[in-house]
């Protein structure tokens, strides 16, 4: 290659953050002002128009559903069928970063947390990655970066509870970190016992930084409402159903004892078993509007879940 032609192209990489390792920079949240929760909006810029879906299927029994193809699955975006552009069901590596609850309501509750942050952390496979943030008091720690790893750092048996809930901006250090990652399947799996007393950052904006970076939120609820059934609603727990359902993925109710265990079991099963589909909108129109998203399939009796939209880009000219 001729001298000035590389030197080039060195300029260009340089000027080009993200170009030489292949992925695209995750843009800014777009907006901060606060709204109420009925209100709320997940935003998510894309770099290309190509929108991509992680989806699970189960079955009445809510065993997970193998051997689809891309013809039973129909792809609808405000209610217009969507080209769909690739299809695959393989195994891919996730990364996953668990919240851990340490505020002081949590001080009973702790040793289940963190027996079943270890059992997460058996269950992972080659490739899997795994990071650990504990939220209380007035500050998110990290504890634990990402790692192949099946033992849980040692520090995580250490913590105490105390303090307040600064539950959101453990949200927001989380998605921070997965939208670095190159995995496709990104999760936060948050172990939490009650509303936010002490974020700086509000729910819209957590919610939108998780859509932003393509995450799925599971939500292990340590209420007393879900673990005492009682029919009182408490915010926190609207929280984490909204959370894990505009994301696509899924709110424990019930986890107390060993349930708690098998959520965690749970999420890690349903991460080596989604579809994944992408497809390019039709609607080119760069307008900064909120597009639904629904997945249908062909076949009866079956259960399919995903995240239920995004907002498209909005041009600045």
């Not at 009925?38 to 290309?48: C, G, K, M, N, Y």
């Not at 969507?82 to 393989?90: E, H, L, V």
């Not at 307040?164 to 453990?170: M, Q, V």
């Not at 700086?200 to 292990?220: D, H, L, N, P």
Request: a positive charge.
């Amino acid at each position: 290659m001729p001298l000035r032609l590389a030197f080039l192209l060195l300029v260009v990489l340089s000027l080009t953050p993200g170009l030489a390792t292949g992925r695209a920079l995750q843009p800014e949240a777009q907006e901060r002002q606060r709204k109420p929760l009925d209100q709320a909006r997940e935003i998510v810029s894309l770099d290309t128009n190509l929108v991509v879906l992680n989806v699970t299927v189960t079955d009445r029994k809510e065993n997970y559903v193998a051997g689809l193809k891309a013809d039973d699955f129909s792809v609808f975006e405000d209610g217009v069928l969507q080209p769909i552009s690739s299809f695959s069901f393989d195994e891919m590596p996730f990364a996953a970063v668990i919240l851990v609850d340490t505020s002081a309501s949590m001080a009973p509750k702790l040793s289940l947390a963190r027996a079943a942050c270890a059992r997460f952390a058996e269950g992972i496979r080659v490739g899997d990655v795994v990071a650990i943030y504990s939220f209380g008091g007035t500050r998110v720690r990290r504890i634990q970066d990402f790692t192949e790893s099946r033992d849980v750092h040692p520090l995580l048996w250490e913590i105490g509870a105390e303090g307040e809930t600064p539950l959101y901006d453990s949200i927001v250090e989380a998605a921070k970190a997965l939208s670095q990652r190159s995995e496709r399947r990104r999760a936060i799996l948050i172990i939490s016992d009650g509303a936010d007393t002490r974020s700086r950052a509000s729910f819209e904006e957590a919610m939108q930084k998780v859509v932003a970076a393509g995450i799925a939120v599971y939500a292990v609820d340590l209420s007393d409402s879900a673990l005492y059934r009682r029919s009182v609603r408490e915010r926190g727990s609207e929280m984490l159903k909204a959370l894990a359902s505009r994301t696509g993925g899924r709110h424990f109710l019930t986890p107390g004892g060993s349930k708690l265990r098998e959520a965690f079991e749970q999420t890690v099963e349903e991460l080596r078993n989604q579809y994944t589909i992408t497809y390019e909108p039709l609607n080119e129109r760069q307008d900064g509007r909120w597009r639904v998203i629904e997945v249908k399939l062909k076949q009866a009796g079956l259960n399919v879940r995903t995240r239920q939209g995004y907002y498209a880009r909005k041009s600045h000219k």
